[in-house]
T-cell receptor
Framework: EPEVTQTPSHQVTQMGQEVILRCVPI?????FYWYRQILGQKVEFLVS????????KSEIFDDQFSVERPDGSNFTLKIRSTKLEDSAMYFC???????????FGAGTRLSVL | GESVGLHLPTLSVQEGDNSIINCAYS??????FIWYKQESGKGPQFIID?????DKRQGQRVTVLLNKTVKHLSLQIAATQPGDSAVYFC??????????FGKGTMLLVSP
């Protein structure tokens, strides 16, 4: 069964450093999403991406965040200068068309020290 | 979007019991609802979905019930198994908006 793949599974970084979280969505999907989940809290929407541009973003997705689809398979989330409060699980999701089921990756655990 | 919440943070059942996990939503315009299962260390896994033109939908061992009058969604798991132990999230959206997730209910199944 096709799946969304995320790397790394765990990223440890120092406060102020840049991190790039990587995702390989399901190959024929066109809509891509990043979510985050702080430990013990609900999954929160960060950003959606379609046709090589951001289609929607939340208040969490400030200027420190950016997304990119550098090639035909990868979808990345960059945090320019990490803060302690960025520590969370980050999930990538993709769908083939709107109103379809979003499939999630296993997540990247980001630990900012 | 408006918030989606869950009544019970933890539900403990015995293997073989039927489980019911509840979810209240506040956006009366929501027209699509999904239940996800999240096992420890994994991402949310789709279980079942339902659109607002339906009030019940059945899958394999799972049933979702939607009561739009009171804005309530439930997930019923028949003959619960230890492998069903996980956190269950409901999520909703309106039209093409992004999904809004509830906090989750942990289901613990004892053998």
């Amino acid at each position: 069964e096709p799946e969304v793949t995320q790397t790394p599974s765990h990223q440890v970084t120092q406060m102020g450093q840049e991190v790039i979280l990587r995702c390989v969505p399901i190959s024929n999907h066109l809509y891509f999403y990043w979510y985050r989940q702080i430990l013990g809290q609900k999954v929160e929407f960060l950003v959606s991406f379609y046709n090589n541009e951001i289609s929607e973003k939340s208040e969490i997705f400030d200027d420190q965040f950016s997304v990119e689809r550098p090639d035909g398979s990868n979808f990345t989330l960059k945090i320019r200068s990490t803060k302690l409060e960025d520590s969370a699980m980050y999930f990538c999701a993709s769908i083939g068309s709107p109103r379809n089921i979003q499939y999630f990756g296993a997540g990247t655990r980001l630990s900012v020290l | 979007g408006e918030s989606v919440g869950l009544h019970l943070p933890t539900l403990s059942v015995q293997e073989g019991d039927n489980s019911i996990i509840n979810c209240a939503y506040s956006n009366s315009a929501s027209d699509y609802f999904i239940w996800y299962k999240q096992e420890s260390g994994k991402g949310p896994q789709f279980i079942i979905d339902i659109r607002s033109n339906m009030d019940k939908r059945q899958g394999q061992r799972v049933t979702v019930l939607l009561n739009k009058t009171v804005k309530h969604l439930s997930l019923q798991i028949a003959a619960t198994q230890p492998g069903d132990s996980a956190v269950y999230f409901c999520a909703e959206n309106e039209g093409y908006s992004t999904l809004t997730f509830g906090k989750g209910t942990m289901l613990l199944v004892s053998p």
